[in-house]
């Protein structure tokens, strides 16, 4: 109750807005420690503490309330290995998640008690701390099993896997099929949000650990299913779900310059990372972002950042005024506010209650304008989701450019799954049993491609738990945790 709750601080916006940086300030690391070892100090060390586990706490089982207290104590090395006990990359979740374990933490019941602890400012600062006091170090297996596992898969899921099987003493080898590594951590994530370097730094450490990495190849094309049986004892799935969700029935989908979401953000990543300029750019456009997502928020603070002349973000959802007492929104929401991502503090404007009526076009076929409704989300006794227009008044707004970022219906289609005669479920996603293996025997899948698209905390504590899965497969027993069970 004596201190209340500060994120971390964030550079000046009309700064940010010049480079492709992470938004957060390079602080003085003594200031910065200080500043951390006081908000961990407002961690009540909960005779239950809800935000470590649990249906709606961390996935992972992060150990907050001790970790919490070493910082406060200034113990950075214990919580260092404290926090990579169950996480192992907490450098991504400190940036990349929207913490469900803020949501859980008791603090956040009372708004006097000055809202949750800001357990992600703890958590990213603790891996900074871990990194600058050299406490990351490769960690070799005590023996070598003899197997071998092939992880398809480079993002937050394969990554986690394929460390843990490394460290379990399996010889394991990645497959990418993007001239980099990374998945959606590289080119789905802008810069502003993490910086390449901060993957490359942990891709370093899997390397030095043994995990071996093959970049360029598409399993099933490159390398075919029967090469692969030929080589591996076990496979692990780790393919993603990025079969974007399209609005076809949306009259004008078919005009230039309305694209899916990732086919801007994959383009402006890759410019990034030095291939070039991207081929869709919101330079000197009037963008329109369809779809109040993280992803729709990654394609704000791109477009910002290419310098587009307006962006609008449309929303069918109502701005929630609270988790707790508005659950219609699918959008991932702090409790008490409405969830903003740096980028909207930036530039642009959002509009909530509002859906396309129609895409329109000049004499060339490229969309100029759209025609906006206001309308509600109700659900039809079938629990089907409608969209209600609410008034038969037309707002026309200008756009050149369009992105929909409306969500993910599974996996991509790919030869692979084919060639092993993989099932897939009604949401397009890889089906498993309780032991996360697939219908092909010896065929393990996790993250994305197992859940559908979600958050990168729940893509790691999969990876974790499909390593325990195929260690126990591979030598009848494992002593690897297992965080999460197959949904
Ligand atoms: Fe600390 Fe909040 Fe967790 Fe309680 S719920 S132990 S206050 S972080």
Redesign the pocket.
């Known amino acids: 109750m004596k201190y209340s709750r500060s994120d971390a601080p964030k550079r000046p916006k009309p700064e940010r807005l010049q480079d492709w940086n992470e938004v957060y300030l390079q602080e003085d690391q003594e200031e910065r420690n200080a500043a951390v070892r006081t908000q961990a100090t407002r961690?009540?060390?909960?005779g239950i503490?809800?935000?470590?586990s649990g249906t709606a706490g961390c996935p992972l089982g992060n150990l907050?309330?001790e970790w919490?207290d070493l910082v406060r104590r200034g113990d950075w090395e214990l919580a260092s290995d404290r926090l990579h006990a169950t996480n192992n990359f907490p450098e991504f979740t400190g940036r990349l998640c929207p913490a469900p374990c803020e949501a859980?933490?008791?603090?956040s019941i009372s708004h006097d008690s000055g809202g949750?602890?800001a357990?992600k400012r703890v958590e990213e600062t603790i891996a900074e701390m871990s990194w600058e006091g050299g406490y990351v170090k490769p960690s070799h297996a005590a023996v070598s099993t003899g197997k071998r596992v092939a992880v398809v898969g480079s993002g937050p899921a394969g990554l986690a896997a394929a460390q843990q099987l490394t460290r379990a003493g399996h010889e394991v080898t990645v497959y990418e099929r993007d001239d980099r590594l990374g998945g959606l951590l590289r080119y789905g994530i802008p810069e502003f949000k993490m910086e390449k370097k901060v993957l490359d730094r942990r891709l370093a450490q899997l390397r030095r650990e043994g995990t071996k990495f093959v970049t360029g190849c598409e399993v099933g094309v490159d390398i075919t299913v029967e090469q692969l049986r030929a080589d591996f004892d076990a496979v692990v799935l780790a393919v993603g779900a990025l079969r974007g969700r399209d609005d076809k029935a949306t009259p004008g989908r078919e005009l230039k310059g309305v694209h899916l979401a990732m086919d801007h953000l994959v383009p402006a990543n890759r410019a990034c990372e030095g291939d070039g300029p991207s081929e869709i750019s919101a330079e000197g456009k009037h963008v329109i972002v369809i779809g109040g997502g993280d992803t729709g928020a990654d394609c704000y603070g791109t477009a910002t950042r290419q310098g587009a002349l307006s962006v609008t973000q449309l929303d069918q959802y109502p701005m929630p005024p609270s988790v707790r007492d508005d659950d219609r929104s699918p959008w991932p929401v702090w409790p008490h506010i409405l969830r903003t991502y740096p980028a909207h503090e930036e530039a642009g404007e959002r509009r909530f209650t509002v859906a396309v009526k129609r895409f329109v076009g000049d004499d060339d076929g490229h969309v100029r304008f759209i025609e906006l409704q206001q309308v509600r989300v109700e659900k039809d006794s079938s629990g089907r989701r409608q969209v209600i227009p609410v008034s038969d008044e037309i707002e026309v707004l200008p756009a050149d450019l369009v992105l929909l970022a409306i969500g993910f219906e599974g996996v991509e289609h790919m030869r692979l799954l084919d060639d092993l005669d993989i099932s897939l479920t009604t949401r397009g996603t890889i089906s498993c049993g309780s032991d996360w293996q697939t219908t092909a025997p010896g065929v393990f899948v996790c993250g994305d491609a197992h859940r559908g698209a979600s958050l990168v905390v729940w893509a790691i504590a999969e990876g974790r738990s499909v390593a325990n899965a195929v260690d126990k497969f591979l030598t009848g027993a494992s002593s690897l945790p297992s965080p999460v069970i197959p949904n």
Do not use: S
Request: hydrophobic share 50%; glycine share 0%.
């Open positions: 961690c009540m060390d909960c503490p809800f935000c470590h907050i309330p919490n859980a933490c008791v603090l949750a602890v357990i």
